[in-house]
């Protein structure tokens, strides 16, 4: 009969590992994504967009205050009209969310044109800020080392612990001492 302790060992062993993997993963593919095309749009077409919408909101919760900005826009490319609402490569901190927040609502007031880069292999995708805000990468970067820091100590300091409770197991199952009468044997 397993313990509460090789229960639990069990549990952390088969949800705290792929839990952190996934993690660990995730966090490889978007530092990769950002640091190997620190800026993906520099080969872009260049155009201007007309804003169509601007929301900006603040929302106060326990954490503080969060920042949300989103707007719609056209642009066009050649003699055909497209709509966008992609504003950023990657979104920015609430610093950057006040600047564009003020450049979009101002844009739209006005109804100035405002810079649009669009992807020259998909005139479907297109943005208005093509830079990557600065500390995103180190952000990236941190996640990536904390995770790999987490996954290998997990692996040094529990795994053989489950592996000893599991061997442990095993050894006290097929030792028999009347086990072989729960299992239908004589």
């Not at 405002?114 to 297109?126: G, I, L, R, Y």
């Amino acid at each position: 009969m397993p313990t509460s302790e090789t229960s639990r060992s069990y549990l952390r062993a088969h949800l705290g590992v792929p839990l952190f993997t996934g993690l660990l993963v995730w966090s490889i593919w978007q530092g990769g994504r950002v640091m190997l095309s620190p800026n993906p749009a520099t080969d872009w077409i260049a155009t201007t967009a007309t804003i169509k919408k601007v929301e900006f909101s603040e929302q106060s919760s326990r954490r503080g205050i969060r920042k949300t900005l989103k707007c719609k826009y056209t642009y066009q490319v050649g003699e055909r009209s497209h709509d966008g609402t992609r504003i950023a490569i990657v979104l920015g901190d609430d610093q950057w969310k006040d600047h564009w927040g003020f450049v979009l609502k101002t844009a739209f007031e006005s109804g100035q044109s405002v810079p649009c880069f669009v992807n020259p292999h998909d005139f479907s995708e297109a943005v208005l800020d093509p830079a990557v805000p600065r500390g995103t990468t180190r952000n990236l970067i941190v996640l990536l080392v904390l995770s790999a820091c987490y996954l290998i100590g997990y692996s040094i300091l529990v795994v053989p612990r489950v592996l000893r409770n599991w061997s442990a197991l095993a050894g006290s199952v097929g030792s028999g001492s009347g086990s072989s009468s729960r299992l239908g044997g004589s």
